[in-house]
């Protein structure tokens, strides 16, 4: 079946400007994080999401950055007046529900490009 | 706090002799620990997961880890490398106490390079 989905793949944008990277996750997930990864690191918790709602945000930067999940299913993850520190790939992963051990599977990623 | 380590940066094997790859975790409670590869301009790609029960988890590829609880160790194996195991390998972990939440914490990850 179909896999976790990231539009776009690829963004290059300009210091200062907003930006929208697009989750679409695995149908019937329930749950849906948001990771980012830096050159050559791990990835790093940002968000998930139960449902609608926002169960966990502790690793979102500053407030420049919020996601919003308005139907539980596709989630957009929002980056105001991006800095050039914002540069990263940025990856979803959904999980069936949030129970126990439940494994989440990723997406291919958005690589953010802030010039 | 959660945390993993990925003490190797690099691990070069030549194909067909056994690879290891080695992860190290800290927890408050029990953990969830996972392995991922991530092949160059992919995502992450689910190989296997301790939950609980047996020690030795296989999962996909040929790929073994076995969880050491003394340790506090989850090294992933392969008996036999193929030169397209070359990638880069992630563990994580979370923590099972509710406080944790559901995010995973990720090693640095290591780089396997299978040579013909």
């Known amino acids: 079946g179909a896999g976790v989905s990231q539009t776009p793949s690829n963004k290059v944008t300009e210091k200062g400007k907003y930006v929208e990277l697009r989750c679409d996750p695995i149908?019937?997930?329930?749950?849906l994080y948001w990771y980012r990864q830096s050159l050559g690191q791990g990835p790093e918790f940002l968000i998930y999401?139960?449902?609608?709602?926002?169960?966990?945000d502790s690793g979102l930067p500053n407030d420049r950055f919020f996601a919003v999940r308005p139907e539980g299913s596709v989630s957009t993850l929002k980056i105001q007046r991006t800095e050039r520190g914002d540069s990263a790939v940025y990856l979803c992963?959904?999980?069936?529900?949030?129970?126990?051990?439940?494994?989440?599977?990723f997406g291919p990623g958005t690589r953010l490009t802030v010039l | 706090a959660q945390s993993v380590a990925q003490p190797e940066d690099q691990v070069n094997v030549a194909e067909g002799n056994p690879l290891t790859v080695k992860c190290t975790y800290s927890?408050?409670?029990?953990?969830?620990l996972f392995w991922y590869v991530q092949y160059p301009n992919r995502g992450l790609q689910f190989l296997l997961k301790y939950i609980t029960g047996d020690n030795l988890v296989k999962g996909s590829y040929g790929f073994e880890a076995e969880f050491n609880k003394s340790q506090t160790s989850f090294h992933l194996k392969k008996p036999s490398a193929l030169v397209s195991d070359s990638a880069l390998y992630f563990c994580a972990v979370r923590d099972m106490i509710k406080a944790a939440g559901n995010k995973l914490t990720f090693g640095g990850g290591t780089r396997v390079l299978v040579k013909p």
């Open positions: 927890v408050s409670g029990n953990p969830y």
């Open positions: 999401f139960q449902g609608t709602g926002a169960a966990d």
């Open positions: 149908s019937g997930h329930t749950a």
């Open positions: 992963a959904s999980s069936l529900t949030l129970s126990n051990g439940d494994t989440q599977y």
